[in-house]
């Protein structure tokens, strides 16, 4: 099962003098990283670091990247990222600020500091569980409405958009999971006459986990 998030949380954690502060955003596009980062940097303008990372879904796989943003390669960026992984968090960034206490904290230390600090994170928000879903156009004859709306409903799906006129025309909505099987029912009720086409793909949350 993945999860996502609704909305922003922070959390703060100190290491030899050095302060860290997480914030979990709700990421949906890659344009969003430089969106935060450009704020953070506004709001923050003194700090030393501000190491992110991400997991969003985009085009049927989720794509994930992260930035040490100027400290040791591999212990800030990737640490918060296995953070956002080991959690199944999707559609989600995680910045972490760092202001220098003047004492180094060596690699080892940077890593368990930016893991700490993501988990700190995590911990304050609230997660949901996700699941992708799709939107398709579909058309058949107008005869199988009644059908074809029972089987969008069995796959829980459902019906976005109603165009009917002389032929049925409908915009519908499904878990990508449940897509092989409602084509398969829908091909046997048109008996492969009917015409599906995929519209859409975005996120659906539900159900607070905690």
């Known amino acids: 099962m993945n999860y996502t998030i609704n909305s922003s949380s922070s959390a703060t954690y100190k290491e030899k003098r050095s302060e860290f502060i997480g914030f979990s955003k709700p990421i949906t596009k890659i344009q969003d990283i430089n969106i935060n980062i450009k704020e953070l940097k506004s709001k923050y303008p003194s700090a030393r670091h501000i190491c992110w990372a991400y997991r969003v879904y985009l085009d049927d796989t989720i794509t994930e990247n992260s930035s040490d943003a100027g400290e040791p390669s591999g212990s800030a960026g990737l640490p918060i990222l296995n953070v956002i992984k080991h959690h199944n968090i999707v559609n989600c960034g995680i910045f972490i600020v760092r202001y220098f206490g003047g004492v180094k904290l060596g690699k080892h230390g940077l890593l368990n500091a930016y893991k700490t600090t993501a ?47 002389a032929k049925l025309n409908l915009l519908i909505e499904l878990p990508v999971e449940k897509y092989n099987d409602f084509k398969t029912e829908f091909d046997e009720i048109t008996q ?5 086409k995929k519209q859409s793909e975005h996120d659906q949350t539900k159900e607070v986990r905690k």
């Open 119 to 165: 988990e700190l994170v995590i911990a304050e928000s609230a997660l949901f569980k996700w699941l992708p879903k799709s939107q398709f156009q579909i058309g058949s004859s107008v005869k199988y409405f009644g059908k074809i709306s029972y089987i969008v409903q069995q796959n829980d799906g459902k019906i976005i958009n109603d165009q009917t006129t």
């Open 192 to 196: 492969n006459s009917g015409i599906i």
